[in-house]
Nanobody, 125 residues
Framework: QVQLVESGGGLVQAGGSLRLSCAAS????????TGWFRQAPGKEREVVAA????????YYADSVKGRFTISRDNIKLTVYLQMSSLKPEDTGVYYC??????????????????WGQGTQVTVST
């Protein structure tokens, strides 16, 4: 089992940057693929980035490719999302999720098993 706590959200102007962190508990963290999801007001939750257990493979939604970078530190039990060139449409609540299977994070056919409480990101014009 793993518990996830996000931090790093806030208010930023368009074109700015933020780094989100997701701190995990549990010695088996390296057994889980992890991902960042976001939910904008009035929209469904969507996956924006994901990373394999060892960090050897990543996935990005088309809308964030080239602007967001996901990484993880299995010693610090933390996953990061570096967000640059932020746009107003990046606004939403960002959630960290974990699941033993990378395809569950990116595939959308099942719900990841573990979620954080979310952190708000607001990008102003």
């Amino acid at each position: 089992q793993v518990q996830l706590v996000e931090s790093g959200g806030g208010l930023v102007q368009a074109g700015g940057s933020l780094r989100l962190s997701c701190a995990a508990s549990g010695r088996t963290f390296s057994s889980y693929a992890t991902g960042w999801f976001r939910q904008a007001p009035g929209k469904e939750r969507e996956v924006v980035a994901a990373i394999r257990r060892t960090g050897g493979g990543t996935y990005y939604a088309d809308s964030v490719k080239g602007r967001f970078t996901i990484s993880r530190d299995n010693i610090k039990l933390t996953v990061y999302l570096q967000m640059s060139s932020l746009k107003p449409e990046d606004t939403g609540v960002y959630y960290c999720a974990a699941d033993p299977f990378f395809q569950v994070i990116v595939g959308g056919t099942a719900t990841p098993g573990y979620w954080g409480q979310g952190t708000q990101v607001t990008v102003s014009t």
